[in-house]
């Protein structure tokens, strides 16, 4: 299987949070405005802003202030701006098994949490004993496992726990921090303290995230911002660089590189990895980019192997290697374990790490801390009872309603079980599991989580939210993000969260004590990334993504113009009933089909008539039906998903608007003449502006011309299948001028034409200056010379006087294009109906494109055939047994 | 008894595989009582870019090797030189505990020895055991019976109740199919004990290694007959562990070489890997050959 886990809570609120916000009245009168005095507090919980007695704490008076003298209908304004801001930047995340598409817009809640720089401290403080803790007991679990020879951790929860991966012990155990990063869930108590709920140690998300809300904020709240003393986040990724610098094996190589390895674009967090890839100047990289030979670990790009020092992964461990890890996985690197094992790259988090998320551990915490630090934790966990224990399984038992029951390892895709939702055979099915295998089970009370003011339609509600906060440790120990990633239920009353859709995002804000020293306030990723170097490489998926996000764009555009062209004629036959316009709309009709393999089409079969309108409706705006302008569209933004850290900020926000614009497309009254035109002519100027900016605005190096490839190819292919669909057999002399005027139109050359020949449209004239051309862009002598050059610039094998294959191919297409006569071409020989050498030399030129296409993916995209068992897929032939 | 063992596999392949990454768990255990390694050593047919030596968690000697260039065949060949140094089994000591006395002193030994046996104790991927293996492994273990003899007379009852058959399972067949089934191969076997033991609250641990056979009375012994065998040794507190053969009801003595322990067959397959390429079609065979020097 080659599907990524299901992670229920990955980002969401952790599983395992319970809110119910009883709301009181209105509250005492201390506040002027609406905004503040409609807030209400709610009973039985702490709310961050308001205290017991309703007032508003010190922390939050300037926020408060601020945003009272604003007023609702202002913050809804820097709401909507901030969710256009999330928008236009692209800010997504995927959810599993959604056959609606999987992409989600970021939700951004305006109002921010606040945080003294003293609460901060009690959890900054909590949270580095914590994670010193959980680095001690991941060296004991993959070192001498003391822990449980004294047993202060039982066997179960390391031996039978799925996460413990045992090619990976022993670690290296001169490594003082193998837990490089980690990350916490905080939830705050009615008594004020804060608790962890949960623990991330395999490949924590969200500080990506935590980045965007911030730059967000400061661009809708800007001068609230500036005067609220907000302590700054940049410090914490340049100690996360330096962190992962200090991994690297070969300390004596000044830059080592680092690569951020993704499952992919499947991914529920994938644009997080696509920006903090951006942002930390690391290349991105799938598990098919990088290749292990010799003993090291090697990025793959333009037929060069760098090597790779550092591998910061958001991959889960067990999924990085199919060889001694899961044997099932194709989205890892194959032999990866053994090159870590020997020293010569480091991976962070350690493969292994998954071993630490367990909720069971909670309970051995306070001793196990005593054990190694001396003393107790002072951020305490949430309560919790692991079953393995026969009093505490009597106890869960007992209690099941108040409890949230959850399995000890979060990838075993069983997710969190809040026992009171639950109906009585349920309730006894899952007493019966547990009795039969209780280590595997624990019982945690519901967080009781504190509430937090948020922009809902009735005005500022309490929400209860948790915060994620992040820590990552470099040699002389961790150093946390001061702020971190809120998230907040979507409703006030009483419900489970676990990784559904309709939560919000917040900002956290801790408030210093004295002026904040501006650190270069983090920019927009595309502006300034912390390292350029990342872009001179172009793994096999991005050159891939690349190439084919332009010929989809190219598809698409080429559909959408041919698709306004048979509007027009249909409406010119419907209207005025002009019979050589029926001829030349049949010709098209059926061409059209041909060209994007539509079938059957309307001309088909007189037996199954389509109607013509609802084919064209279809033609445009069904995105699973492949071929459509949609379907295109749809595709060319998926592997634009891929690349977008390679694209400037004006490109993806003609993506966003080439996104939106494909969501509200097929209804209206009148929605094949009027809202059908609109809706091409954007898709086509919107096309138009992406190729534009790609030109403009994006440097000429490799990366551009994969996507100049892309487009020269697929522009030529449709221009040789135009051709071939329309003029080889011909028309009758009458009909033919009209064909070729609505040839040269959909070809985009009608103006150029008009202007050099000033007639009639004739055929010979047509090939002029569609076929042979190298100077009207849209023509296929155009689109070979230019692939020519573009071959020309990439690296070669043998020596500057050898061709490439792919040089060979084009230069041949080249070639017979150059050598064709048009007075030729049009011919019709004698005794045949259609022009034989048109046929020839179009059918010779498609072959060689298409041939050219799959010579760049065999040389510069990732392997066709991946990874699979020794033996078979999987195994056919299994190892022969006694 | 010394014992020259030839253990040769070979992949075709239907086109060129690019490169291949691979671990073997071919090296006969040196480190135990009863069997000495005396030499050792692995061919690569073509010859491997990278090889590397390790022991893995359980102690086993892991070979591995990567190549990188195009090939459409590899042959594995492992030839190993061991000597068996074996009590008879008719001298095995009976048990002096209970079985209830052993699950309670397993659970409870401070030893090293105790604490590597637990780790046998828990389930792992090809051995969870269901309840109704557990059930039938019961029947042997009727209250106060003497440990050993009720091992013995489970393992007999395997091979009474199971028909051997090479058709009727594969590597990944779920002990419950196994059980449902009545049949399967000597690893199906070696599972379903193990199942039924761990579900009794016993230590039991997964053995492979070879098993020498011997011709028919009058006939010569063909070269590559012999097989990878599987069986599975128990855990007693104080004695150690005791291994038990339920594909021929046999205590393992003289004729079984022992190369690698885990917890069941995917901690210890004897050849494993990831390939690129190699078109749709994989063939592959094994000889074993067990000599007496």
């Known amino acids: 299987m080659s599907w990524y886990p299901l992670h229920p809570g990955t980002v969401g609120l952790p599983v395992g949070v319970m809110c119910e916000l009883q709301v009181a009245g209105a509250m005492a009168a201390i506040l002027e405005s609406l905004l503040m005095r409609d807030y209400p507090r709610p009973h039985g919980r702490m709310d961050e802003m308001l205290s017991d007695e309703g007032a508003i704490r010190d922390s939050w008076r300037d926020v408060a202030t601020a945003l009272d003298e604003l007023g609702v209908d202002a913050l809804r304004q820097r709401h909507q701006q901030a969710r256009r801001l999330l928008r236009e930047r692209g800010v997504t995340y995927n959810v599993y098994g959604d056959p609606q598409g999987s992409e989600r817009p970021w939700e951004l809640d305006p109002v921010p949490l606040v945080l003294s720089s003293d609460e901060w401290a009690e959890v900054e403080s909590g949270l580095h004993r914590r994670a010193e803790l959980f680095n001690l007991i991941l060296k004991d679990i993959y070192g001498p496992q003391d822990l449980i020879r004294r047993g202060l951790l039982p066997q179960e929860l390391i031996h039978a726990h799925p996460g413990f991966l045992r090619p990976c012990h022993p670690y290296d155990q001169r490594l003082d921090y193998p837990l490089c990063l980690y990350a916490a869930d905080l939830a705050r108590g009615p008594d004020g303290r804060f608790r962890v709920v949960g623990d991330r140690t395999q490949s924590p998300s969200g500080a990506g995230y935590a980045l965007e809300n911030r730059v967000v904020m400061s661009r809708i709240l800007p001068s609230l911002f500036r005067e609220s003393r907000v302590h700054r986040l940049a410090l914490f990724f340049h100690h996360l660089r330096r962190a992962l610098a200090e991994l690297a094996p070969n300390r004596d190589e000044d830059e080592p590189r680092v690569v951020l390895l993704t499952p992919g674009l499947m991914n529920e967090t994938y644009f997080e990895h696509s920006l903090l890839a951006g942002y930390l100047g690391y290349t991105l990289v799938e598990g098919s980019d990088l290749t292990v030979r010799d003993g090291r670990v090697w990025l793959r790009s333009m037929r060069r192997l760098e090597p790779v020092d550092v591998i910061l992964r958001r991959l889960d461990d067990d999924y990085c290697d199919g060889v001694e890890l899961r044997r099932d996985s194709m989205l890892g690197v194959p032999g990866l374990t053994e090159v870590v094992r020997r020293g010569r790259v480091a991976v962070a988090n350690p493969l292994g790490a998954g071993v630490l998320e367990n909720p069971a551990l909670k309970v051995f915490l306070p001793a196990i801390a005593r054990h190694f630090l001396g003393h107790d934790l002072d951020l305490p966990s949430v309560p919790t009872w692991w079953c393995g224990d026969p009093e505490s399984r009597e106890h869960v038992l007992a209690n099941l309603d108040t409890l949230v029951v959850k399995s000890i390892y979060r990838g075993g895709g069983q997710a969190p079980v809040f026992v009171s939702a639950l109906t009585s055979d349920q309730r006894t099915a899952l007493a019966r599991r547990i009795r039969a295998r209780p280590h595997l089970y624990v019982g945690q009370e519901h967080g009781r989580l504190s509430s937090v003011p948020t922009l809902t339609d009735a005005g500022l509600q309490p929400r209860a939210a948790v915060i994620r906060a992040f820590m990552v440790a470099g040699k002389g120990g961790y150093s946390i993000m001061p702020g971190g990633l809120a998230r907040v239920a979507p409703a006030s009353d009483s419900l489970s969260v676990s990784n559904q859709v309709g939560g919000q995002s917040k900002d956290i804000w801790i408030r210093a004590t004295e002026p904040v020293r ?72 059926v061409a059209l089909t041909r060209v994007t393999a539509t079938y059957p089409g309307v001309a088909s079969r007189a037996d199954s008539p389509v109607d013509p309108l609802q084919e064209l409706q279809s033609l445009a705006f069904d995105s699973r039906r492949t071929g459509t302008v949609a379907f295109n569209l749809t595709a060319m933004l998926s592997a634009s998903n891929g690349v977008r850290d390679r694209l400037t900020s004006d490109a993806l926000r003609v993506l966003t608007s080439l996104r939106l614009r494909l969501g509200g497309t097929g209804a209206g009254d009148d929605p094949v003449f009027r809202e059908l035109p609109a809706a091409l002519d954007e898709m086509v100027t919107l096309l138009a502006a992406l190729r534009g900016l790609e030109q403009d605005s994006m440097m000429h190096g490799q990366a551009w011309r994969f996507m100049e490839m892309g487009r020269h190819i697929e522009r030529g292919l449709l221009t040789a299948e135009w051709l071939r669909a329309t003029l080889v057999t011909p028309l009758a002399a009458r009909d033919e001028p009209a064909l070729l005027e609505a040839l040269l139109t959909t070809l985009e050359s009608l103006g150029a034409y008009r202007r050099r020949y000033h007639d009639t449209p004739r055929a010979e004239a047509l090939l002029r200056l569609v076929l042979l051309s190298e100077n009207n862009p849209r023509a296929l002598g155009y689109q070979l010379g230019s692939l020519r050059e573009a071959l020309q610039e990439l690296p070669s094998e043998g020596g500057p006087e050898e061709l490439s294959r792919e040089q060979r191919l084009v230069l041949e297409a080249y070639t017979s294009l150059r050598l064709s006569d048009p007075a030729e071409l049009v011919h019709v020989p004698e005794g045949r109906a259609d022009r034989a050498a048109l046929e020839r030399l179009l059918a010779l030129t498609v072959r060689d494109l298409r041939a050219t296409a799959d010579c760049l993916a065999a040389t510069y995209f990732s392997d066709q055939q991946g990874p699979r068992p020794l033996g078979g897929v999987p195994p056919a032939v299994e190892y022969p047994r006694s | 008894m010394k014992y020259r063992i030839t253990h040769r596999t070979e992949y075709r392949y239907g086109g060129d595989v690019s490169l291949g990454y691979n671990e073997a768990h ?36 892991i070979f591995y090797f990567t190549l990188q260039r195009p ?93 051997f058959d090479t058709a009727a399972t594969s590597v990944s067949t779920p002990v419950a199919a196994v059980f449902a089934n009545r049949r399967g191969v000597c690893q199906d076997f070696a599972h379903l004990a193990i199942a039924g033991l761990r579900g009794m609250g016993i230590a039991a641990r997964y053995v492979s290694g070879y098993l020498e056979t011997l011709p028919p009375p009058g006939q010569e012994k063909l070269v590559g007959s012999d097989a990878s065998h599987a069986w599975l040794a128990v855990y007693e507190p104080g004695t150690g562990w005791a291994e038990y053969d339920p594909t021929n009801d046999i205590i393992p003595s003289r004729q079984h070489i022992v190369t690698a322990l885990g917890r069941d067959y995917t901690d210890i397959s004897p050849l494993r890997g990831v390939v690129f390429g190699g078109g749709g079609s994989q063939e592959s065979s094994v000889a074993v050959d067990v000599e007496r020097m």
């Not at chain 2, 040196?30 to 390790?54: C, F, I, K, N, W």
């Open chain 2, 26 to 61: 071919l090296t006969p255990r040196g480190d135990m009582p009863q069997q000495r390694l005396l030499s050792h050593r692995v061919e690569v047919e073509p010859t491997p870019a990278y090889t590397s030596r390790r022991q893995d968690y359980f102690g086993n000697e």
């Open chain 2, 71 to 163: 090939h459409r065949r590899l042959t594995v060949t492992a030839v190993s030189e061991v000597e068996r140094l074996d009590e008879e089994p008719e001298l095995r000591l009976e048990s002096a505990m209970t079985w209830e006395q052993v699950v309670a002193a397993t659970a409870a030994d401070p030893s090293d020895a105790g604490m590597e046996a637990r780790k046998f104790l828990l389930d792992s991927p090809l051995v969870e055991p269901p309840p109704e293996v557990v059930a039938y492994a019961t029947e042997s273990f009727s209250p106060g019976r003497r440990f050993s003899e009720a091992v013995v007379e489970f393992i007999r009852r395997i091979h009474r109740d199971f028909t």
């Open chain 1, 518 to 589: 501006t650190v270069s306030l983090l920019p927009s990723t595309d502006e300034v990334a912390m390292g350029a170097e990342s872009r001179a490489i172009l793994p096999p998926a991005a050159a891939a993504n690349l190439f084919w996000m332009s010929r989809y764009a190219e598809r698409a555009e080429q559909a959408a113009r041919a698709l306004r062209t048979v509007l027009r004629l249909y409406r010119s036959v419907t209207e005025f009933g002009d019979g050589i316009d029926q001829q030349v709309l049949a010709r098209l009709q």
